[in-house]
C-alpha cells in the first residue's frame, strides 16, 4: 500500500521563528490533507489541497503531485502552534484516507 | 454551526465486554469516517459511511462494526474488547459524498480497556 513519511518527525522552535514541514507519499493521489492535532486531541483542517499552493494568514501549503511530496509552511509561529502535524493522502473512490507519522512542533515562549 | 460531535468523551472498559460509540456529523454532512489513533500504530482508516452504506472498510476484525442511520448519525460497535484496543476513536465528516472536500473531525472518545 501507499507509503506516507513526514520529516522531521519533532522539531522545537522559539517563538516567531518559521519551519517547513515535509509529507512524501509513494504513489500518486488524488487527494491531500493537513491537519493539526492540539494538546487535547482535536485534529484541526488547515488545508484541503490535492496540488498548487494556499495560504491562511500565517500558514501555506504547497503540494507538487508528480513529484510526490507536500510542503506546510508556518511562519512567525506562535506557542498555540504546538502540536503534531499530519498529512493524509487518498485515492477518489476509496473514500479513505492514509495518515503520515506527524511531525510534533514545540514552539518555545 | 455546530461541529462533529462524539459522545462519550472517555470510557473505561474491561476485557471481553462491548462498547457503542456515537458520531453526530456536521449538519448537512452526509458522509462519515472512522479512524483510531494509538501510539503505536498511528492514525489508521476503520470504516466510512453515506446514506446508510459503507463503502470502504479498513483492515480491522470483524469485531469492529459501524452502522449509520437515516440523519447521517453514526454508530462504531466494538464486541469482545481486548487490551490492544485502547485507542482515541476519531469520528470525521466531510459534505460531499467522495473525497474532494475537507474532513471534520469530532474531539474523539478515548477509550481504555482493562
Known amino acids: ?109 | 454551526k455546530a461541529g462533529v460531535t462524539q459522545t462519550p468523551r472517555y470510557l473505561i472498559k474491561t476485557r471481553g465486554q462491548q462498547v457503542t460509540l456515537s458520531c453526530s456529523p456536521i449538519s448537512g454532512h452526509r458522509s462519515v469516517s472512522w479512524y483510531q489513533q494509538t501510539p503505536g500504530q498511528g492514525l489508521q482508516f476503520l470504516f466510512e459511511y453515506f446514506s446508510e452504506t459503507q463503502r470502504n472498510k479498513g483492515n480491522f476484525p470483524g469485531r469492529f462494526s459501524g452502522r449509520q442511520f437515516s440523519n447521517s448519525r453514526s454508530e462504531m460497535n466494538v464486541s469482545t474488547l481486548e487490551l490492544g484496543d485502547s485507542a482515541l476513536y476519531l469520528c470525521a465528516s466531510s459534505l460531499i459524498p467522495g473525497q474532494s472536500e475537507k474532513l471534520f473531525f469530532g474531539s474523539g472518545t478515548q477509550l481504555s480497556v482493562l
Not at chain 1, 512567525?76 to 502535524?85: A, E, F, N, R
Open chain 1, 1 to 109: 500500500g501507499i507509503q506516507v513519511e513526514q520529516s522531521p518527525p519533532d522539531l522545537i522552535l522559539q517563538e516567531g521563528a518559521n519551519s517547513t514541514l515535509r509529507c512524501n507519499f509513494s504513489d500518486s493521489v488524488n487527494n491531500l490533507q493537513w491537519f493539526h492535532q492540539n494538546p487535547w486531541g482535536q485534529l484541526i483542517n488547515l488545508f484541503y489541497i490535492p496540488s498548487g499552493t494556499k495560504q491562511n494568514g500565517r500558514l501555506s501549503a504547497t503540494t507538487v503531485a508528480t513529484e510526490r511530496y507536500s510542503l506546510l509552511y508556518i511562519s512567525s509561529s506562535q506557542t498555540t502552534d504546538s502540536g503534531v502535524y499530519f498529512c493524509a493522502v487518498g485515492y477518489s473512490g476509496t473514500y479513505k484516507y492514509i495518515f503520515g507519522t506527524g511531525t510534533r512542533l514545540k514552539v518555545l515562549a
